[in-house]
């Protein structure tokens, strides 16, 4: 069945440092992938999302490229704030069309941004 | 505008019994899910629907149940709670069951079943 591995966690970073989490997925066929973030005492937000393969989606200053060839997604943000301290989640939703919304979620990544 | 309203926020519960946990949108979104998160393990999938009176079942289904009389509510019952299933829980809709309409998340209903 479909998977997403994240990086292990917690990430902890000085303000202004560059930010890497590392997402791998094994699915059938072509997924939709999506980065999704938490913040404290809330539910998910959809951050991003690429589509198709090469497809790079942003938002907020964020940045992840679908990679069929190493299958993975990797969330990147070149310069972090304190505000951007959540758990981000890597999902993919599949592709055929009984899939719908079903996503599968890897397991969190929670970052910590430091002044 | 609410978006998704999940009831209660924090629940205690013994062994054994039942309760319900309630979900409601009101962006007349089709498609309606149930999601747990517990720690190491991300959110999965308990039930969904992709419209009133269709449900079906998702990752791990065993324990619950939900009904879908209406295109806003979803609730969510655990018929004999179990140490197992203490998590926080998740409801989350879109416009549609397609890939391009993004899941909107409530803020969560935290159980303990002790």
């Known amino acids: 069945g479909d998977s997403v591995t994240q990086m292990e966690g917690p990430v902890t970073l000085s303000e202004e440092a560059f930010l890497t989490i590392n997402c791998t997925y094994t699915?059938?066929?072509?997924?939709?992938l999506f980065w999704y973030v938490q913040y404290p005492g809330e539910g998910l937000q959809l951050l991003l999302k690429?589509?198709?393969?090469?497809d790079k989606g942003s938002n907020k200053g964020f940045e992840a490229t679908y990679r069929k060839e190493t299958t993975s997604f990797h969330l990147e943000k070149g310069s972090v704030q304190v505000s951007d301290s959540a758990v981000y989640f890597c999902?993919?939703?599949?592709?055929?069309?009984?899939?719908?919304?079903?996503?599968?979620f890897g397991e969190g990544t929670q970052l910590t941004v430091n002044p | 505008n609410a978006g998704v309203t999940q009831t209660p926020k924090f629940q205690v519960l013994k062994t054994g019994q039942s309760m319900t946990l309630q979900c409601a949108q009101d962006m007349n979104h089709e498609y309606m899910s149930w999601y747990r998160q517990d720690p190491g393990m991300g959110l999965r999938l308990i039930h969904y629907s992709v419209g009133a009176g269709i449900t079906d079942q998702g990752e791990v289904p065993n324990g619950y149940n939900v009904s879908r009389s209406t295109t806003e509510d979803f609730p969510l019952r655990l018929l004999s709670a179990a140490p197992s299933q203490t998590s926080v829980y998740f409801c989350?809709?879109?416009?549609?069951?397609?890939?391009?309409?993004?899941?909107?998340f409530g803020n969560g209903t935290r159980l303990t079943v002790t």
């Open positions: 690429a589509t198709k393969a090469d």
């Open positions: 999902a993919l939703s599949g592709r055929q069309e009984t899939s719908g919304s079903r996503l599968t």
């Open positions: 989350a809709s879109s416009y549609s069951w397609g890939l391009n309409s993004p899941l909107h």
């Open positions: 699915a059938t066929g072509y997924p939709s």
